[in-house]
């Protein structure tokens, strides 16, 4: 009832941070120069509110409120605190805001760790719309609520449920997720952590045997976690059960402080590159005594008389199986990579239309945008945003689908999701920065923050190299039960010219189909010469990588596609297949592999490279509008987005 009545605060807020749709049409215009060539259309041919209910259909209210009132909550100063604050105070204040954010939400929303399977969706609109500018606070939260919170959700059953989860959201359990290993990172299966069955006192002990056994880089372990989820090796009677997770209090409550509990020892991985707000720590357990209740045994357990039993029987597809249940957290990282994306992009285009630099003449300068350099850089990035965008909605619908988690799409998805969204942001941001100048090397316009608290998502829950050999080999399971290998790959020359949609469709489809065969030839070739499979796969990696990503660019482009062909918005239509081409034709503009695969013609990489150049002039217009629809305000850009950013410097 009490989010129901906060709807009513929307347009008491609109007031003060969202202009009228009037106001809006003139802010879009004022920022286009009105000396573009040819008498084009200065403001988008699309209106942006139109577009962002396009991109966000779901809990529109919602997501409205939770953007307006977030923007509240960071006005003034706030917005850049974190910014220059030692190691010890950038952690306070992110934690600090972290649980202010997770009060909000609840007080908005009703939000809880049980809706995390009931309605994905919902889940996914708060978190995206709850929008912070310190990338450490939502870090945390990420910890807490998909990572510790969905540990005990997912892998655990109702005594975990009712025992934890009700004191996730409100902090008063303050969790982590300890998993990675001074030894051991993605290889998951070779952690040396053991937890072992004591069968007389009902417990099992937990202990780290061996320096690469500490638990390492843990988020909130050095300073804030009370218990974590620890995994480790299970051993009943003597028998290894493979890796399983088991909650343990590794911090007390005496007094008014927090003491480290009995057998663990806490240690801090100390400054990083980036995200110094989170407490990156190390654990170290030695005879530590935990309740037989907390092993999170929804797949595998203890029954009654002390034994281990479990439907699944070999222990690393059990395993397996546990990290399928996580797999919304992984997709954490694409989904938080879309919003960074858009921060980034709205401040670089914003600022791009405003920042003028020579012209045609000496007396007349320009905006720096209509430079077709900082076009072809910006534009091609805004177009791959919206296909992030629309792959990681596809991906909600699969999740809203299977809300059992058992569909090994899943983890296909949110692996390709992950690698492609994460080297998407990182080079995105390196683009922005530079189309910036000086003032995108600027902490207060979010871009090179951003850089450095970001750049651990190439290899955070997974390397991404060891990630997209995930990928490909259920790409190649796949392939058994499909007609790929007996194809014939021939030219595919674009009939109704290089914009066609249904050809950039097929072009993608065969370049993966083509590298699929291409490594399955391979490794077959290999084994036959009497290479072990591991040996041939470790010689065929310089394949496999090529083929994960074109895979993860035909999701994205398949994603777009099917948005595009499912808007019933006519008038966003024109603008959505304008990005999506331009889109493709980046790609393979960048990819030797279609003309090398003699999929297309000398004369047709030349068309396609002036293509873009007109997509990107026809996109110039349009621009402003397509970063505009990204939120319901304009709050969540860096400061130099604004008209009138150099105000701010007047001495």
Known sequence: MQ??????????????LLPRDDERKVLVSSLVSSTNENNQQTSPSFNPSEMNAFLCPDYRDLRKLVELEFAKMQEGNVKYKH??????????????????????????????????????????AALESALLFDASAPTYMGVQMTLFGGSLLNLGTEYHHKTFLPHVLNYGIIGCFALTELGHGSNVRKMETTITYDRKNKEFILNSPTLGSQKYLIGAAAQWGTHAVVFGQLYVDDQWCGLHGIVVEIRKKVGDKYVVCDGVKVGDCGPKMGLQGVDNGMLKFSQVRVPQSHLLDKFGGLDKNGNYTSEISDPNKRFAKNLAALVAARYGISGGSAIWSKMALGTAVKYSLNRVQFGSTEENEEPIIHLLTHQRRLFPYLAGTYALHFANDHFKDVVVADPERKSKDLHLYASALKVYGSWFLRDL??????????????????????????????????DNHALIQQVVKEVLLKARNSDVQSKVFAPIEPKKGVRDLNWLMEIFSSRTDYLTVRVISRLSELIGEGQSTAVAWNSTLNLVVPLGMSYAEQYLLTSFFNAISKCTNRSLVPVLSKLFALFGLWII????????????????????????????????PECNGLVDSFYTTSFFFGDIANEDWANKYKL
């Open 3 to 16: 989010a129901h009545h906060s709807f009513k605060r929307i347009e008491v807020l609109k007031g003060h």
């Open 83 to 124: 910014l220059g604050l030692s190691l010890e105070e950038n952690r306070k204040w992110s934690f600090e805001i972290s649980q202010k954010s997770f009060k909000l939400l609840t007080s908005l929303t009703g939000l809880s760790m049980f809706e995390v399977n009931k309605d994905f969706r919902k889940v996914c």
């Open 429 to 462: 941001l390196q683009v922005c920065r530079e189309c910036c100048g000086g003032n995108g090397f600027l902490s207060v316009n979010l871009i090179g923050p951003l850089i450095a608290d970001t750049h651990v998502y190439a290899t955070f829950d997974g």
């Open 589 to 620: 503009e960048r990819d030797a592999w279609f003309l090398r695969a003699n999929v297309i013609t000398k004369e047709t990489v030349d068309i396609i490279t002036d293509e873009i150049n007109v997509l990107c002039k026809e996109i110039l």
